[in-house]
């Protein structure tokens, strides 16, 4: 299978836990979208959800295949939540945010009972940090929070460059929460617990894409099928 038939084997195999009647999250990316796909396909058959959706790119998806939406001012609890990420790593700690909706994504996430993540093979990793990790920040006092992220990164393990994520435009990327967003190239992260807690702790980040005991369970589409990996 290539890349995206890899995508779309996890997609349909995640689709086999959603019941009528759930309340979902669902996610942003290319992964997700086909998760979203096939929601929809359902519910034209006759399944019966309601849907959050994680970003304005989804909620476009999500009207267009018909899946009726709700809010979590409207809905604070969900039953499960859908998503892709950029980096599977032991433990399923995940690095989300290459899209740029690591925030909504991950205040939807924990509004769920249950998480699982897909993605193709190349999104498991050995260790976390090859794929640079995004960190949302307040454009006002940029000047001041890199250093301060700099400096936070480096009390845990040895920092990287930091690059301010440009769009095709040239200029910033903004969020869909009206942020920037800081790209972290740290090449390994040996301990992603104590480096969320640290950047968690810089005033102006107003979330990064490590994603720490969110999900319980991923699964990865490769080559020969799909893997389902459970968290202990």
Request: hydrophobic fraction near 45%.
């Given at each position: 299978m290539d890349i995206e038939a890899q995508k779309r084997a996890a997609a349909?195999?995640?689709v086999e836990f959603v019941r009528s009647g759930m309340r979902l999250g669902l996610g942003t990316g290319s992964t997700a979208k086909h998760f979203a796909e096939l929601i929809g396909e359902?519910?034209?058959?006759?399944l019966d959800i309601v849907a959050v959706p994680t970003s304005e790119t989804t909620l476009a998806d999500a009207k267009r295949c018909g899946?009726?939406?709700?809010t979590l001012d409207e809905t604070p609890e969900l039953d499960l939540t859908v998503d892709g990420a950029d980096e599977i790593g032991p433990g399923l700690c995940l690095i989300k945010g290459g899209g740029g909706a690591l925030l909504r994504e991950k205040i939807v996430a924990a509004a769920s009972a249950r998480?699982?993540?897909?993605?193709?093979?190349?999104?498991s990793v050995g260790a976390l940090g090859h794929f640079p990790l995004p960190i949302e920040v307040s454009s006002f006092g940029l000047g001041a929070t890199t250093p301060a992220i700099d400096k936070a990164i480096g009390a845990v393990q040895r920092p990287g460059p930091l690059?301010?994520?440009?769009?095709k435009d040239g200029h910033a990327f903004v969020t869909?929460?009206?942020?920037?967003?800081?790209?972290?190239?740290?090449?390994?992260?040996?301990?992603?617990?104590?480096?969320?807690?640290?950047?968690?702790g810089v005033p102006g980040v107003m979330e990064h894409g490590l994603f720490i005991g969110l999900a319980q369970m991923a699964i990865i589409g490769?080559?020969?099928?799909?893997?389902?990996?459970?968290?202990?």
């Open positions: 349909v195999c995640a359902r519910v034209r058959s006759g899946i009726p939406l709700t998480m699982i993540v897909i993605a193709d093979q190349s999104k690059t301010l994520r440009r769009g869909d929460g009206g942020h920037w967003i800081l790209d972290a190239a740290l090449g390994r992260i040996d301990d992603p617990a104590a480096l969320a807690h640290a950047l968690s490769g080559p020969d099928g799909v893997k389902i990996v459970e968290g202990t």
